[in-house]
């Protein structure tokens, strides 16, 4: 079975600094790749995600991911972060609409 | 579009009682529902998968008695925890999928219900 690993359980950094959140995943089949952010108490909001074609994912509030199907990597950057993107991230990999979740990034911006 | 609801969004309920958790689909038909449970700093566990008109299909370790999945329409589906003690206490989040969803192999999240047991 496919699995996902975040390889940072926190990432603390200034506003306007630039972010990398980084997930690697396993799977011997072709899988889909997603990034999700949690709110304390709220459900998961898909920041973006990758199916086929470019490998260069753009998704919302100015986040990106990039495929690299030969490091099986897709971390998730942000050039510049604000107070408001403190939260939790999940990567997940999904087969055959079998999702399976990293652990989970906690992202801290501080003043 | 793609909107799932769940309700209540929290629930404290006492030792042994039972209690129900929904999940709809608001503007489209779920085909497939999820429930996933997530403890306190931690990731998201798959707990069933459940297809409309179908049982729904436990995730090993899940007990099948004890959390109760109905999927009985393409809108809605039930989670119902029996006789719920302390250590079911969590937060509980659904997701569905189907047709015309715009987002194909995509799961929509609902908000999720954090359930206490007392």
């Known amino acids: 079975a496919q699995s996902v690993t975040q390889l940072d359980s926190q990432v603390p950094v200034f506003e306007e600094a630039p972010v990398e959140l980084r997930c690697n995943y396993s799977?011997?089949?072709?899988?889909?790749l997603f990034w999700y952010v949690q709110y304390p108490n709220q459900g998961l909001q898909l920041l973006l995600k990758?199916?086929?074609?470019?490998?260069l994912v753009k998704g919302i509030n100015g986040f990106e991911a990039e495929f690299n199907k030969s490091q099986t990597s897709f971390h998730l950057r942000k050039p510049s972060v604000h107070i408001s993107d403190t939260a939790e991230y999940f990567c997940?990999?999904?087969?055959?609409?079998?999702?399976?979740f990293g652990a989970g990034t906690r992202l801290t911006v501080k003043p | 579009g793609a909107v799932v609801s769940q309700h209540p969004s929290w629930v404290i309920c006492k030792s042994g009682t039972s209690v129900k958790i929904e999940c709809r689909s608001l503007d489209f038909q779920a085909t497939t529902m999820f429930w996933y449970r997530q403890f306190p700093k931690q990731s998201l566990m798959l707990m069933a998968t459940?297809?409309?008109?179908?049982?729904?299909?436990?995730e090993q370790g899940v007990e099948k008695d004890k959390f109760l999945i109905n999927h009985a329409s393409l809108t809605l589906s039930t989670l119902t925890v029996t006789s719920a003690h302390p250590e079911d206490s969590s937060f509980y989040i659904c997701?569905?999928?189907?047709?015309?969803?715009?987002?194909?192999?995509?799961?929509?999240f609902g908000p999720g219900t954090r359930l206490t047991v007392t």
């Open positions: 997701s569905a999928t189907g047709p015309g969803t715009g987002g194909i192999y995509e799961q929509y």
């Open positions: 997940a990999v999904s087969v055959n609409n079998d999702m399976r």
């Open positions: 990758y199916l086929s074609g470019s490998t």
């Open positions: 459940s297809n409309e008109g179908s049982k729904a299909t436990y």
């Open positions: 799977s011997s089949v072709s899988v889909y």
